[in-house]
């Protein structure tokens, strides 16, 4: 088990690493770009948009829903019981810093420090239905 988890974690660290280097390359590519797109590739490698679960849940419909809801999807116990509801107000806090508004969670990701960032970001989220 605890190999899995190591494993699972190695993975995720390799996908975050490229998620960051495409996130730069995407914004060399297209300045123009809307700002909380271009600020979602920062999730893109594990979150998807369209309902399917890859390293991390599906963040389609993530505004509104319950934390550790997405269907399918093997939560930490950290996520399972954090019992948060995912609005504006609660996302920017996770995004900002992920490890103190769920401890313990496994989501690899450091956080997002920019407040205009995150908040184009969280619209771009609440157009996901
Ligand atoms: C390297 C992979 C990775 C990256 C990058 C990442 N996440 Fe996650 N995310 C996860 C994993 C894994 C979980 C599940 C955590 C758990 O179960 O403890 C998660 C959970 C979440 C949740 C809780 C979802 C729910 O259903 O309760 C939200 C919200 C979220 N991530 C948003 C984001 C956003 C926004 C970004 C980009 C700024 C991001 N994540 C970047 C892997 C990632």
Redesign the pocket.
Known sequence: MYEILRARNTI?LV??MA?ALGGVALRAADSSGNAGQEAFA??A???STDGSNG???S?KG?VG?A????PGFA??N??KHARLT?TAAT?DK??ANPQAVVPG?????AG?SDPGQRSA?IAY?STLK
Request: glycine share 8%.
């Open positions: 995720a996908l975050f998620a920062q999730c490698a594990c979150h390293v991390g849940p963040l993530i829903r934390s550790g809801g997405a939560y930490s950290a996520m995912w996302l996770y995004i969670n496994v989501m690899p990701y997002m970001l989220l």
